[in-house]
């Protein structure tokens, strides 16, 4: 006799029922009633005509059914007559329906054809461009493999920039997407912005990003064609969510030349709680004494970092997060520019706070999320004396469903709130930093509000076609400024490791508070707008995955400087390209594991051009040239060999292309010394009209991964940045009449960096 306990879901109890129902169902009302029956019998085989067994078939509505035998054939009866439908699932395949005449007394012979399904309807992804990493099914980069990627750094923006798709503009953590510059590219915590995502920050990102890799259960990065969820930005998205309890109560520890680190993470109640605490240590002097660099600092970077998160499983369905981080960083770094010959130096402390509960209600995922982002920066150079404070407030809420089994509803809103404040001196001619040359004076504050709702859809409209659209609205305060931003996505599924892709959206990024104050900005500003157009083939292999990709990305209402009304929209442009990505093995898995990515650009801006007018006036010409981030081939590849057991040895090479530059071809006499002092004054050639040099690098390092005891590890690490000592260039300093320039070159020559990190389960 069938027990219930041998069922161990739903599914596989109404399996259960179909088959038992019938015959006692059969046996009760022949007895009672001695009623006719009508019997179906037949056969299933799948596509190539082999026989299926073990098959679900039934008629809809009813209990009447079996389940076909080793070799495909079924037999049952069933009291149904006249129009029916009879059902055969089996999971892997698609379900098959057959519409039939039943007649009580007589036979029915049927034939199912059952074609394997090609992808899940929960697996369905129809977003272009993207890239993720976590635990997820199908991850393109996991924690390890960001900690693990020479010249990464253990930070997963320098990670993610050797995917393609990301310029490699310098050797900072800034995402350049495809000619546009880090501002357009959106970051996102747990639901929170990141208004400032980086380390050290500087105009084009940073030295590293905010948030540690091992800090995450998951990363989502698109380069384009993304969905109605994600907004306010022009080119990219970068979101990631931090981790839930823990699986079992740990320690991690780690030291290195240059940081040392402590965290602990626990597990309470069952697994109901999780509390995880984590800090860091960071003093960049030894790594580079060591390496003969100190010189190029007049203050080596050092700071620290801390967070703590608790996480509440208050019941299966709930789930309350509260998410704390907090950085501060110094530094200072020697400057010899024309007009001053000094120290830049820079204090940055940056904090997020962010609670986030999660919940089911009915048919209903819910997320929802208040967080506060702090950002307050102190940077001297010269006349150059500036306090920034930015406080981001923001509230997310966003709910999805399923409507139907091949429908999957999204919807939300949310509102951001961005408290700007700048107080202190600026240069009124911006490269001359002379303490007596005239200055712009600042105590000024910029508030600015956001308020946005979308809602995005997905079907499964046939076997291979999938179809996803949306549509998202943002209203910016002051601007006064609201989008309507339409976006389709469609997916052909060709085989079950292939699919093609293609997305069309509109995306709007509205102007920065300063943009749009009165005094030093143009409150008509109107939003930035970008069209996205990407065209995807992806090949999903045993051990690894293919990708290419087109795109093309026509702009509008671009912000440009202007000598009237600070500010103008008079900017547009478009950039297209190829990107291509190819993947394999796993780490610690496959003796070899490693990826190639390779990006072609081309893009075309109207941009800026400064000279110098009546009485010292910096005025502009609008030119057409190559984005400033146009790089034009960048290729990057990372190869990991495990040598014997544990011990690996990975090598990370890049090459791009030198990005464009616009040089200085002649200097103007200042008309009013007291303002500018005895400096000359710049005048700017063709805007893009020359490049860098190209840029070369090659990192390597080698790990030793020690597992002992209860899942305790020891990972011993040595790395060689720029084992090649390329000093590449990423700019030009010039003579105090600009008649003569020389390169600057990188800060990262060739250095060794070593260090270990230890997890510890269970040793209470």
């Keep these: 006799m069938m027990s219930v306990e041998k069922f161990r879901n739903w599914t596989e109890l109404k399996t259960g029922i179909r088959i038992l129902l019938p015959w006692c169902l059969f046996l009760f009302v022949s007895i009672a009633f001695s009623q006719e029956m009508s ?269 703590l998160s608790l996480v509440y499983d208050y019941s299966g369905t709930g789930r309350i997060k509260f998410f704390n981080y907090l950085n501060q960083d110094r530094f200072g770094v020697h400057v010899n520019a024309p007009s001053f010959d000094g120290s830049y130096d820079a204090v940055e402390t940056n904090s997020l706070h962010n609670l986030q509960w999660r919940e089911i209600f009915g048919e209903w995922l819910m997320e929802s999320s208040f967080s506060v982002n702090r950002f307050d920066s102190e940077r001297n150079l010269g006349n150059l004396d500036l306090d920034n404070l930015d406080i981001t407030t923001k509230f997310r809420s966003d709910f999805q469903r399923s409507l139907y089994e091949n429908i999957r509803l999204e919807t939300g809103v949310e509102w951001e709130r961005i408290e700007n404040s700048v107080k202190g001196t600026a240069p009124y001619y911006g490269d001359v930093y002379d303490p007596e040359a005239r200055v712009y004076r600042f105590d000024e504050e910029y508030p600015a509000s956001r308020y946005a709702a979308y809602v995005h859809m997905e079907s499964q409209v046939s076997r291979r076609w999938f179809l996803g659209s949306g549509v998202r609205s943002d209203f910016h305060d002051p601007a006064e400024a609201a989008s309507v931003d339409p976006r389709f996505q469609v997916r052909y599924q060709w085989t079950r490791s292939t699919n093609l892709r293609a997305s069309w959206g509109l995306y709007h990024q509205g102007p920065s508070p300063y943009q749009v104050n009165d005094v030093s900005g143009n409150p008509d500003l109107e939003l930035q707008q970008a069209q996205h157009f990407v065209g995807t083939w992806e090949t999903v292999l045993n051990r690894g995955l293919i990708r290419c990709e087109l795109y093309y990305k026509p702009y509008r209402n671009l912000i440009l400087p202007d000598a009237e009304t600070n500010f103008n929209n008079r900017g547009d442009g478009e950039s297209y390209g190829l990107d291509l990505f190819l993947k394999h093995g796993e780490f610690l898995i496959d003796r070899v594991h490693g990826w190639i990515s390779y990006s072609y650009l081309h893009s075309e801006r109207l941009q800026a051009r400064r000279f110098v007018g009546d009485h010292d006036q910096q005025l502009y010409l609008y030119e057409t040239g190559p984005s400033p981030f146009d790089v034009t081939h960048n290729l990057t590849t990372v190869v990991k060999v495990r040598l014997w057991q544990f011990l690996s040895l990975g090598t990370t090479y890049r090459y791009a292309t030198g990005r464009p530059h616009t040089p200085i071809v002649d200097a103007v006499s200042p008309e009013n010394p007291e303002y500018a002092g005895s400096y000359y004054l710049p005048v700017d050639g063709e805007v893009g009209s020359e490049r860098l040099p190209d840029f070369h690098r090659l990192d390597a390092d080698i790990s030793w991964y020690y597992p002992f005891g209860n899942n305790n590890a020891l990972v011993l690490y040595v790395a060689t940045s720029n084992l090649l000592n390329r000093a590449n260039v990423h700019g030009y300093e010039y003579s105090d009449d600009y008649s003569e320039r020389t390169e600057l070159t990188t800060d990262y020559k060739r250095f060794i960096y070593f260090g270990f990190s230890l997890t510890l389960y269970e040793l209470w």
């Design 39 to 307: 019997v179906l019998q037949g056969t299933v085989v799948d596509e190539t005509d082999l026989p299926l067994p073990y098959v679900n078939i039934y008629v809809e509505n009813t209990f009447d059914g079996t389940i076909s035998d080793e070799n495909g054939n079924f037999t049952f009866q069933t009291f149904a007559t006249g129009n029916a439908v009879v059902i055969a699932t089996i999971m892997g395949f698609e379900p098959v329906r057959e519409h039939v005449v039943l007649t009580a007394g007589d036979t029915t012979a049927l034939q199912f054809r059952c074609l394997e399904t090609l992808i899940e309807f929960d697996d369905v992804v129809v977003t272009a461009s993207a890239y993720s990493s976590g635990e997820e099914e199908g991850v393109t980069l996991n924690s390890l493999d960001v900690v693990t990627t020479p010249g990464a750094a253990a930070d997963v923006f320098l990670a993610i920039k050797t995917f393609p798709g990301v310029a490699m503009v310098d050797e900072g953590s800034g995402l350049f997407v495809r000619g546009g510059d880090v501002s357009e590219t959106v970051t996102i915590m747990d639901q929170a912005t990141l208004v400032h995502p980086y380390r050290y920050e500087s105009p084009t990102g940073g030295e590293f990003g905010t948030i540690p890799p091992f800090l995450l259960s998951g990363t989502f990065f698109s380069s384009g064609g993304f969905t109605a969820k994600y907004g306010n930005a022009l080119s990219g998205v970068m979101e990631m969510n931090s981790l839930n309890v823990p699986g079992f109560s740990h320690i991690e520890l780690g030291a290195g030349l240059a940081a040392t680190s402590a965290g602990y993470h626990g597990r309470f109640f069952d697994g109901k709680l999780g509390i995880r605490f984590s800090g860091n240590y960071s003093d960049t002097e030894p790594m580079f004494r060591v390496n003969n660099l100190m010189d190029e600092f007049s203050e080596a970077p050092y700071g620290y970092d801390g967070n």
